[in-house]
């Protein structure tokens, strides 16, 4: 083993346990934060896109195809970096104490245009640099070296901010820094002699991750989250793929490396792509299953092991190599395609994981720290954060990948049951708001209906309403309430709800006894009493918010059918249990309507 991989292979494991520890001080209520900001943090390909991009290709057969897929893969990078680091930043500007919410607004704008101006001069600056000083090799390796030292620190500085949503912001603009630090001393790289593509790359990915992340809806990070995993595995993907086609001191070792990033790469691009078109209800979100599924799957697998076995024992440029890229993009396929749309999170977890583990693999191809760095850190974050989520919804991360799980026909046959199952009381908007006028303290439990519904700016005017009456308002927020983590805290930290009012489930379960009313809007499975005491229970041993322990409880949803479980909910039958049945923005408003009126 060469010094160097042996030193890469200590920083890896290093930044691994590095990452756990960090991860797991990061609250539920920045889970979802957690997820875009390593996302941002993965983009940290770009660095080995740059060199593979500008790299000089004179005498390489094929050379002009390394300097496309280099281009290719810094554009990938660079909607990756600016669209993940702009979104997250939204979304930590909104997680306010009510004391900060007071404070004046936000220099959000001028501090981006600001950074925008300094990061356009200094690359500039770099590049000019560069071309005057073309024989000053040294100073350029060591603005490389430093700019890769300083810049891992503002990484593990940055998510350690993640650890308080008072710094968590803060955090993430140095890991911003961070990323543009390691960028610019790249650009020294002596390796790098052509900056034309580069240039183009980093325009067209700034535009295209500027409106990305400027743009899109809070409700849409899941989404957004996938589709950016597929273009930084996609870029891992492509510089590998460069670096085969260049095919220079293949060692054993290498080689190992160069068919993990590909081959990595290669099914997170996919799979990726799979999981954001089906939470963006462009592919059915049911899981897709058929005959023979996991026997193709496996097949598949075994194949593309077996030619990377190949080429590694050979240490031949066989075409077989593109063979196996291609049985690992088919792999990406199928296996997301018969996993369902709920369960999405926990798969774009899983593959921010692969993501960063492609991204490693792609720091030891070309023996760049950084990405040893970064992609251990990534992987370990991605990996954590999706057995908490199967931890909260008390299943094994194999049920998830091969479950099958919230099959819409167990809804139907779910719904029937509880058809017979007993009585379910009613209850008016008018009668709603006057047990409302009286109660003197309420726990509102959001769920994957008040996303649905878009209630949340509804659920906080009425919030509001109640602490004007004189009444006690509390959040309860379950660690897998709705589809992400932390769902419901982003929503409802776009609605203005200041998040010293959220609480999380241990700490507000106890509190469930005094409340008058436990208002739930659009939860379900993350309330049904059935996991506490139904052994035969798909939800049993799930920790759940106990409003069962609640004076009175009021539940908004449209019908009596089930949710992501497919289980009835023993809850709505509960003596003290009222169903405000319609949509849950509707039913809230004319409830604020009601209200307003006894006044
Ligand atoms: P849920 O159990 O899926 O229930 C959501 C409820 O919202 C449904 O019963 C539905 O009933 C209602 N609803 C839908 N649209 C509505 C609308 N427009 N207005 C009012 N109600 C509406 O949701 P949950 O209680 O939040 O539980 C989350 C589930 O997702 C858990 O089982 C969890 O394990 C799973 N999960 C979560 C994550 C995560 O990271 N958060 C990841 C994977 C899986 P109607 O159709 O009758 O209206």
Known sequence: MTTELEIGLYIFMLAGFLGYHLITRVPPLLHTPLMSATNAIAAISLVGSLVVCGSDYSNVRYGWICATLGFLAVTC???????????????????????EKRETGSNFRWGLIAVGVVSLAAIVYAIVWKRRHAGHAGVGAHALQFSYIISAAMFILGLKGLSSPKWARRGMQLAACGMLLAVLGTLFDEKIVSFTLIIIGFVVGSIVGGGMGLQIPMTAVPQRTALSHSLGALAACLVGIAEFVRYEDMHAPRLVALDFEVIVGALTFTGSLIAAAKLQELLPGRPITYKGQNFLSIVVLAIVATIGVYLVVSQR???????????????????????????????????NSYGGLADASMGFVLMNKIQIITGSLDGT?????????????????????????????????????????????SISHEEAAVLFENA????????????????????????DILREQGADVKYAIHPVAGRMPGHMNVLLAEANVPYDQLHEMEEVNPSFPEADIALVVGANDVTNPAAKSNKASPL??????????????????????????????????????????????????????EMKALI
């Open 317 to 351: 440029a066989s075409p077989l190599f593109y063979l196996m890229v291609f049985l690992a993009l088919v792999f990406g396929l199928l296996l997301v395609v018969p996993i369902g749309a709920a369960d999405m999170p926990t798969v774009i977890a899983l593959l």
């Open 381 to 425: 974050s991605g990996f954590l954060l999706a057995l908490l989520m199967c931890r909260a919804m008390n299943r094994s991360a194999a049920n998830v990948l091969f479950g099958a799980f919230g099959k819409v026909e167990s809804e139907d046959e779910a719904a029937k049951a509880a058809a017979a199952k007993g009585t379910v009381r």
């Open 540 to 593: 049993y041993g799930m920790p759940i918010l106990e409003v069962d322990r609640a004076k009175s409880i009021i539940v908004l949803k449209r019908s009596m059918r089930p949710g992501f479980a497919g289980v009835d909910n023993d809850l709505y039958y509960n003596e003290k249990c009222m169903m405000l049945f319609g949509d849950a923005k509707q039913s809230i408003t004319k409830l604020i309507g």
């Open 440 to 463: 003197r303290s309420v726990i509102i439990v959001p769920g994957y209906g008040m996303a649905v519904a878009q209630a949340q700016h509804a659920v906080a005017e009425l919030a």
């Open 77 to 99: 990078s660079t909607t990756n970096a600016v669209g993940g680091f702009l979104i997250t930043d939204r979304m930590l500007g909104m997680f306010r104490t009510s004391a």
